[in-house]
């Protein structure tokens, strides 16, 4: 597509249920990001993909996320037994791994409430 | 500890007049550093770079500054323009393929 697209836009749920968040990076762009933005606060970086491998899943908060990405494209954060912490946005990027700035091109995010 | 800071949280100017957004950073070992802008309920887009080998870098309106001995960089927007408000976060690229980004300034202008 000509944009990182990110579903839902918004999800509401009720503590202890499981989530899944999609992002549906630019076509033939080979890495993924994933970050969020808590409220009032900068965006911290969660995992980061090279075609379906993750170098980096430094930032995961803890072990009830997880993250995949198949076929070198889509890729889906789970986030299971959500708490209210856990409430966010979550956005999503994809980049041409290539010589130069690191640009990433962000999705407009999966805004989460957990209530 | 926070590696790159974005010590003002927020900035309001008159339209027309200068702005400046500034960045800390405590890792000596980068690559670049970049400025996205981010509107309410939409994704931070891209607006400008710099190289570690560069002490300045301009595209328009927009200016970058680096001061390496300082770790100090500030983005400067002449002449602001009521569109510009919005939240403006300074990334680090540091030898990892990941951005880390700052908290955010949010810039206001007054028309």
């Known amino acids: 597509g000509a944009g990182v697209s990110q579903s839902p836009s918004n999800k509401v749920t009720e503590k202890g249920k499981d989530v899944e968040l999609r992002c549906d990076p630019i076509?033939?762009?080979?890495?993924l990001y994933w970050y969020r933005q808590s409220l009032g606060q900068g965006l911290e970086f969660l995992i980061y993909f090279q075609g379906n491998s993750a170098p980096d899943k430094s930032g995961l908060p803890s072990d009830r996320f997880s993250a995949e990405r198949t076929g070198g494209s889509v890729s889906t954060l789970t986030i299971q037994r959500t708490q209210q912490e856990d409430s966010a946005v979550y956005l999503c990027?994809?980049?041409?791994?290539?010589?130069?700035?690191?640009?990433?091109?962000f999705g407009a995010g999966s805004r989460l409430t957990v209530l | 500890d926070q590696q790159v800071k974005q010590n003002s949280p927020s900035l309001s100017v008159q339209e027309g007049r200068i702005s400046i957004l500034n960045c800390d950073y405590t890792?000596?070992?980068?690559?670049?550093f970049l400025w996205y802008k981010k509107y309410p309920a939409e994704g931070p887009t891209f607006l400008i770079s710099?190289?570690?080998?560069?002490d300045k870098n301009e595209d328009g309106r927009f200016t970058v500054f680096l001061n390496k001995s300082a770790k100090h960089l500030s983005l400067h927007i002449v002449p602001s323009q009521p569109g510009d408000s919005a939240v403006y976060f300074c990334?680090?690229?540091?030898?990892?393929?990941?951005?880390?980004f700052g908290k955010g300034t949010k810039l206001t202008v007054n028309p």
């Open positions: 990027a994809s980049t041409l791994t290539a010589s130069g700035a690191n640009v990433l091109t």
């Open positions: 890792n000596s070992m980068f690559d670049y």
């Open positions: 990334a680090e690229e540091g030898g990892s393929e990941k951005l880390v």
């Open positions: 076509s033939g762009h080979t890495a």
């Open positions: 710099i190289s570690s080998i560069k």
